[in-house]
């Protein structure tokens, strides 16, 4: 059968969403970091307890998403296959290699999309959860009032960029999905 260009299209949809939702999900990461004072961060350097704490959480939550969605798509996938439904962006009945290669997309690449996009959600309501938070250096302010107050431009692009990244890795999900249901 062979895979056509239209999975190779799927293939690199699927490729630029997985980097907007990593991109997506780091910028969220710093931007928590930030709200709480640690501008500066560095990989596989010795960094501030609270960085390294919110990065250990943030990695085990990512691969606890990725274990937790990889069954639906294999699940998935697999009573697709079993249909006998076309597989996107091929032609005729599929044969093993072809089945791998859209089951290793599924997997490799859609799992992990989920799962970033998911820890980038939750580090948001951390975020905005965080800005209610008594500010230790300014009490009696919240944090948010001493950031709105000492870096009203910060937060601004924060939020607004925060939707935005959010929208355009909506919007590959949503393209993805309709290239794939459209049998493409």
Do not use: C
């Amino acid at each position: 059968m062979g895979v056509t260009g239209g999975f190779w299209l799927i293939f690199a949809t699927s490729v630029g969403v997985f980097v907007l939702a990593a991109k997506t999900h780091g910028r969220q990461i710093r931007l928590e970091r930030e709200l709480h004072g640690y501008m500066d961060a560095t990989f596989g350097r010795e960094n501030p307890p609270f960085v390294e704490a919110l990065w250990k959480r943030d990695r085990i939550r990512f691969w606890v998403n990725v274990a937790r969605f990889s069954p639906f798509f294999v699940f998935g996938f697999s009573v697709w296959a079993a249909n006998g439904l076309r597989l996107p962006g091929t032609q005729g009945a599929p044969g093993l290699l072809d089945l791998v290669a859209v089951l290793l997309v599924a997997v490799v690449l859609w799992t992990p999309i989920v799962a970033f996009l998911l820890n980038a959600e939750t580090s948001y309501a951390r975020f905005m959860k965080g800005l209610a938070e008594p500010d230790p250096d300014h009490a009696p302010l919240r944090r948010g009032d001493a950031v709105r107050r000492d870096r009203p431009r910060w937060l601004y692009e924060a939020v607004r960029g925060t939707w935005a990244w959010g929208l355009v890795a909506a919007f590959g999900v949503s393209a993805i999905i309709g290239m794939v249901a459209g049998g493409l």
